[in-house]
C-alpha cells in the first residue's frame, strides 16, 4: 500500500546501478507524478563558454599517478566526461584514442574524467579496449567547476588554458568539429 506525501525542497541524484533491474522503477505507482521545478544557479545543461578559463585540478589517474591541468599549459587539451556503464561512452573510447594517435605529435592530450566507477575496474576494462590516453578518477567539484553533470561532456582546452570548444554530445561523436578546432590550435601554435 502506498501512502501519498509531499516533499518540498527535494533534489534526488542517482547513478543507476548495472546491477539493479531495469524496470525496478515499475513500482512506482501510475497515478504519481513527479514535480520538477529545481532552478540551479547554474543550469546543469550549460557549459563552460569559450574563452573561460578552464578550473585547474589536480586528480588522480587509473595507474596511480596524480594529474595536474596547469602542468598540460602549452598543450591542447580534450577533456571527456564520461563512465563505463554509459553506452554513448563506450562508443566514444575508440574515437577518443583515434584522436590522441592522430594529434599527439602536434601537442593534443586526450583526457577522460570518469566521476562514477572505481579505479579498480577501469585498469583492465580500458587495458581490453587499448585505450592508452590519459584516465583520471575525477570527483565533484571538478564536476560542478565543469557543470559536468552528463556523461559525454566535452571540453578542449588551449594552449593558454582557456575553453575553446563544449558539448554535451549522446548521439554521435563531434568528430569533425573537434578535428577543426584541433587542427586551427596545432597551427596557432607553430
Not at 533534489?11 to 512506482?28: F, T
Not at 563505463?84 to 575508440?94: D, I, M, N, Q, V
Not at 575553453?163 to 554530445?169: A, G, N, R
Request: hydrophobic share 35%; proline share 5%.
Amino acid at each position: 500500500m502506498y501512502e501519498s506525501s509531499t516533499i518540498s525542497n527535494f533534489i534526488l541524484s542517482y547513478q543507476e546501478d548495472p546491477q539493479c533491474a531495469v524496470d525496478a522503477r515499475a513500482e512506482i505507482p501510475k497515478d504519481l507524478k513527479i514535480i520538477y521545478d529545481h532552478k540551479p544557479e547554474n543550469p546543469k545543461n550549460q557549459l563552460l563558454s569559450t574563452g573561460t578559463i578552464a578550473p585547474l585540478w589536480k586528480l588522480p589517474t587509473i595507474n596511480g599517478g596524480i594529474l595536474d591541468l596547469e602542468n598540460l599549459k602549452g598543450k591542447v587539451v580534450l577533456l571527456s566526461f564520461w563512465y563505463k556503464s554509459f553506452a554513448p561512452s563506450l562508443r566514444y573510447l575508440e574515437e577518443l584514442e583515434v584522436l590522441q594517435t592522430q594529434f599527439k605529435k602536434k601537442g593534443l592530450v586526450v583526457v577522460g574524467i570518469n566521476l562514477y566507477d572505481k579505479k579498480e575496474e577501469l585498469v583492465g576494462f580500458l587495458q581490453q579496449r587499448h585505450i592508452t590516453y590519459i584516465n583520471l578518477i575525477g570527483n565533484t567539484q571538478v564536476q560542478d567547476a565543469y557543470l559536468a553533470y552528463t556523461p559525454n561532456t566535452f571540453y578542449l582546452i588551449d594552449q593558454e588554458g582557456k575553453v575553446c570548444y563544449s558539448t554535451i554530445e549522446q548521439a554521435k561523436f563531434p568528430r569533425s568539429t573537434l578535428i577543426k578546432h584541433i587542427k586551427k590550435l596545432s597551427r596557432s601554435s607553430s
